[in-house]
């Protein structure tokens, strides 16, 4: 029984979804660039008038935000956010999917062990990740190409790599919360709230209190920091320990659920 093929075919419309959503979204503020970079200077003065905490909640750095790079990692905050949506999205699904729809025992009486069920669920959605990236990085690579300003390619993969790293983390809180839960009904509210109180922290709070970085992964890879410095290692390690401890968290709490026959 191939649960890895099975999660893959039924993943299949939310991937072309969450494609287009995600490369659409990118492609159409991509090609406002021209525009806006010929008419910067008039757009300087209306971002005068722009409160300070807006410029922060929406991580606006006037300084760069006329080239091509700078102007790239400001559309990549608002994609990071639905890119966390679906992550997250996925992550409370996974599992609680059969629960939900009363197909977990049937799923349990199949000659497959429960540690072989939660990894191929989890290497579906890593799949599904790395899918994202790759079809993301491709289609922004050929409108930048298409626009015509130089710019880094390193810089490039290093700013859409961060999605991947941001996707699997909040995978990875999904899924943990998931099996916290006794029963899941419905998926969307949850990962909602869950990605939009993480997003709240890192626009309101983490301005004021740089200590907060370590709690939202929205703050662990800012795309001005990258195109600046690169990745930060704390933030990396950060990263990693997060993604290893909720995901081996699930499993442990995977392995002692009780799934009720129907």
Sequence with gaps: MNIYKRELRGNIKSIIGWLAAICGFGTMYMSFFPVFRDDYKTFLKYMDDMPDVMKEALKININTLGTIM???????????????????????????REEREKTADF??????????????????????????????????????????DSFSKKTLLLLTFSVFLLQMMF????????????????????????????????????????????????????????????????????????????????YVLYKKRNIHAV
Aim: proline share 3%.
């Design 70 to 96: 700078g102007y790239f990692a400001f559309t990549l905050t608002i994609v990071s956010l639905l890119a966390a949506i679906q992550s997250c999205n996925l992550g409370v699904a996974v599992l609680s």
């Design 107 to 148: 799923l349990l009486t199949k000659p497959v062990s429960r540690c072989y069920i939660f990894g191929s669920k989890v290497l579906s959605a890593m799949t599904v990740f790395i899918i994202n990236t790759i079809v993301y990085t491709t289609v922004m690579f050929a409108v930048m190409s298409l626009i015509g």
């Design 171 to 250: 995978f990875a809180i999904g899924i943990f919360i998931s099996m916290l839960l006794k029963k899941v009904k419905a998926v969307l509210p949850i990962s909602l709230g869950i990605v939009f109180l993480f997003y709240a922290v890192n626009a309101f709070l983490v301005p004021q209190h740089e200590y907060l970085r370590y709690i939202t992964p929205f703050s662990y890879f800012l795309p001005m920091d990258i195109i600046g410095n690169g990745y930060e290692l704390k933030f990396v390690i950060a990263c990693t320990v997060v993604i290893i401890t909720l995901i081996t968290g699930a």
